[in-house]
């Protein structure tokens, strides 16, 4: 018995001296074995738990990030950017600029989007040479802990390179027309009655903490209740750069399954909610978004409001309808008729101005009911609380078990799925 135990031991001495063991780089230095970096970002898709990763893991991880680092300088135009950044902040410096808003707000935002371009193609630049110098100093190290370190750093800032050429290439699939502008976004209750009111009310948190986590500036511009709890319907206007482009992503049908809280027997019960999103148009655009008033039915009601001075005294919310496509707006939070008006204009511009570039029609005149029927009530995504967890988008086939975690506002992934699609969709 205690021979058989020396062997086990020596054996499992052997394992350790083979994991230890020493391998030779190109420069035929020795660097060890467990002098290996861990992916210290948590990100799953970079390393999984117990995973390490060697200089020569992380050599080749950065060789094809400089690869599309490459190609998207080469995209991006580096040195034409810099040339149109120079003459777009000479022209943000006349004195004349703000004569015409509309033509100086389009300047700005221009401007601002170079901006972005060209910081996004410096973070590049700065993270490969970080990672370039990171992984020298690991090769040419004479002591372990601090060659393990370099390592470290070298990986985190491939990691973070990974991530900036990410975003940037999302960005690139964001190049509709109004994909830059913020985001009006509606939600309605479907069938299921009393479920279905608080489903609409989880939409609402969930689109809350999205725009939360994103840093957007976000109002509940109407939130009408329902009889017995949830809501009814609610609309959040969504101010932030690409704040629509994100947000079109859940346009569509939301499903849910779970085991009713207002069912006595806890049965399972469908509930579904539609969500509408439309750009954000600022008063100027009123007035370059033609709707003949011939198309336009406007009617005045009190307002749903909780009261005070003219609310629901007075007709000072406004609902106006499309008639060839029966769309229909409304406008209920400014305290009188004039700006409830305003607003509701704006909306319904813009959501049939969205609508034309959907169906791919060169004028709002030529929308008719039948096109705007071909995209509503698509189901888009099923939350499945019970028997088991799962949210799954059927378009993209984008999923995840940790439902609680969408429901807070992780919708990124959705919308960097859809954001995929559509573009594969469109080719």
Known sequence: CTAAEAMINRAFVGVRRAVVATTRTRAGRDVPRFALARAQSGDASSASSGEFETVGVVKRRLHELETRVDAALEIADVRGLRKKYEALDEASAAGDLWDDVRKAKALMAELVGVREELAAASEFEAHVDDARTALELAESGEV???????????????????????????????????????????????????????????????????CEKRGFAVRVTERLEGEGGGLKTATLEVEGRYAYGYLSSEKGTHRLVRQSPFNKDAARQTSFAAVDVIPLFEEDMEEVVKVPDTDLEVTTMRSGGAGGQNVNKVETAVRIKHIPTGITVKAEEHRTQQLNRQAAMLRIKAKLTALAEEARVADIAELRGDIVKAEWGQQ????????????????????????????????????????????????
């Open 144 to 210: 372990e802990s601090e060659m393990s370190e370099m390592l470290r750093e070298a990986l985190t800032s491939v990691e973070a390179l990974d991530k900036a050429l990410d975003a940037w290439e999302l960005r690139r699939l964001l190049g509709g027309k109004y994909d830059a502008f913020g985001a009006v976004l509606q939600i309605y209750a479907g069938a299921g009655g009393l479920d279905a009111q608080d489903w609409t009310e989880m939409l609402e948190r969930m689109y809350l903490g999205w």
């Open 380 to 427: 888009i995504r099923n939350y499945v609380l019970h028997p088991y967890k799962l949210v799954k988008d059927v378009r993209t086939g984008v999923e995840t078990s940790d439902a609680n975690k969408v429901l807070n506002g992780a919708l990124d992934e959705y919308m960097k799925g859809y954001l995929r699609w559509k573009a594969a969709s469109d080719r």
